[in-house]
């Protein structure tokens, strides 16, 4: 079993910054793919970026990349989400999940946090 806690979500203005951590229990839970996910009200849950169990692997969908940054700490069993450049678009809660895939299907996540919100004002 495999137990996550997210932290970091907030208000802030568009243009600001924002880390979300991710602090990951359980066993062998380095090894697993971290995934970051958010859902805004009335819309899918979509995928915002992941990364291999060794750091070495990261991706990130269109609407993020080259704005937010996901890392890990294998030490601190934590994963983070840097988000730079937020946009009002940006509103929603965000989740950390665990995989033993590499995948950025929500689907094959076993394993999530409770969601962190997120709110970016204009």
């Known amino acids: 079993q495999v137990q996550l806690v997210e932290s970091g979500g907030g208000l802030v203005q568009a243009g600001g910054s924002l880390r979300l951590s991710c602090v990951v229990s359980g066993r062998t839970s380095k090894y697993y793919f971290m995934g970051w996910f958010r859902q805004a009200p009335g819309k899918e849950r979509e995928s915002v970026g992941a990364i291999s169990w060794s750091g070495s692997n990261k991706y990130y969908s269109d609407s993020v990349k080259g704005r937010f940054t996901v890392s890990r700490d294998n030490v601190k069993n934590t994963v983070y989400l840097q988000m730079n450049r937020l946009k009002p678009e940006d509103t929603a809660v965000y989740y950390c999940?665990?995989?033993?895939?590499?995948?950025?299907?929500?689907?094959?996540?076993?394993?999530w946090g409770q969601g962190t919100l997120v709110t970016v004002s204009s």
């Open positions: 999940a665990a995989t033993t895939a590499v995948t950025l299907n929500f689907t094959e996540y076993p394993y």
